[in-house]
């Protein structure tokens, strides 16, 4: 059955994903994606021009999973650490169910020679970092975490958590579980954040 220019573009940047957890996205070919697709090389080309549109292209189904997963995230919450709790989770799945995207949001490759692709894991990071802090910033008003905790400062610390245990994970061969490990860390972290607010409470 002949499958439609969107459905065959979906399947390329879906095979695309795959081989770049399998192979590693700096040796990632339109050969390889063409032979696992069953086109030819110019088949490929016939939907995306360059290997860099392709990139692009999988740039922004990455950026809309992870946008819509956030807004799920923030939805599933009363409080700003029930949210913060969510988010992490929610990168934490995202990297488990789609473990190449790590090695391509650090792929120095892929940065250098594709500037658009860069700024979109730019501005990715920029807004995740943007969320996190304003949770962090209502949970301070609220008084559930330190009043001088720095909310910018508190959001990198929350992302190096999520982005130390993701290449952890992969350079362990995913050798332990994700979500149960990440849970753990992170209730470590929010204890450091709400050390000095509770035990105001209790005095």
Same mark, same amino acid.
């Given at each position: 059955m #002949?499958?439609? %220019?969107?459905? #065959?573009?979906a399947e390329i940047l879906a095979t695309a994903l795959r081989l770049a957890d399998e192979l590693g996205p700096?040796? !990632?070919t339109t050969a390889a994606i063409a032979e696992a697709?069953? *086109?030819?090389?110019?088949?490929?080309?016939?939907?995306f021009p360059t290997k860099q549109a392709l990139w692009h292209a999988l740039a922004a189904v990455i950026s809309a999973r992870l946008k819509a997963a956030w807004d799920e995230a923030l939805a599933a919450s009363a409080s700003p650490e029930g949210r913060? %709790?969510?988010l992490v989770q929610t990168q934490l799945n995202l990297i488990e169910a789609h473990p190449a995207i790590p090695a391509i949001l650090f792929?120095?490759? =892929? #940065?250098?020679?594709?500037?658009? *692709?860069r700024q979109t894991f730019v501005g990715l990071m920029t807004t995740f970092h943007g969320i996190l802090a304003g949770e962090l910033a209502r949970a301070r008003e609220a008084g559930t975490v330190r009043p001088d905790l720095d909310p910018a400062d508190g959001a990198v610390l929350l992302i190096s958590l999520v982005q130390g245990?993701?290449? #952890?994970?992969? !350079?362990? %061969?995913?050798?332990? %579980? *994700?979500?149960?490990?990440?849970?753990? =860390?992170l209730a470590v972290q929010m204890a450091l954040f709400t050390g000095s607010a509770t035990e105001g409470k209790q005095s």
């Open positions: #002949r499958k439609s %220019a969107q459905e #065959r573009k700096d040796r !990632l697709v069953g *086109l030819t090389q110019p088949g490929i080309f016939r939907h913060i %709790a969510a792929s120095r490759e =892929l #940065r250098v020679e594709n500037g658009a *692709l245990l993701a290449m #952890r994970w992969s !350079l362990g %061969a995913r050798g332990f %579980a *994700l979500q149960p490990e990440g849970v753990r =860390l």
